[in-house]
């Protein structure tokens, strides 16, 4: 992979990143590197579901739909994860 790939997977990873933490409401723990890794990861999810879903061809037709809907999946699950062990560690004696 060339180095002008790599940096434009990063750029789109974190605006769908970004735009995925705005689309979800509330706080979120994670920082810069945190919203790279949902955007791309994302991406790639919803690339996935998509493909199973309705099939490649409109996957390719809306790829940012698919992967700001794969990163807001990965949104809510980073949440559900920071939530409980939050809640687990912050029992009061």
Known sequence: ???????WI???GLIVGAIARLLVPGRDPVGFLG???IGVGGA?????????????????E???LWA??????LV???RLLTYRRRR???CRW
Request: no cysteine; aromatic share 12%.
């Open 1 to 7: 992979m060339s180095a002008s790939v790599i940096l």
């Open 88 to 90: 687990m560690f912050s």
């Open 10 to 12: 990063v750029i789109a």
């Open 35 to 37: 919203t790279l890794v």
């Open 62 to 64: 809306n790829p940012w």
């Open 76 to 78: 809510l699950a980073s």
């Open 68 to 73: 700001i809907a794969g990163a807001v999946i």
């Open 44 to 60: 790639f999810l919803g690339f996935w579901i998509g493909g199973a879903l309705v099939g490649k061809h409109s996957v390719n």
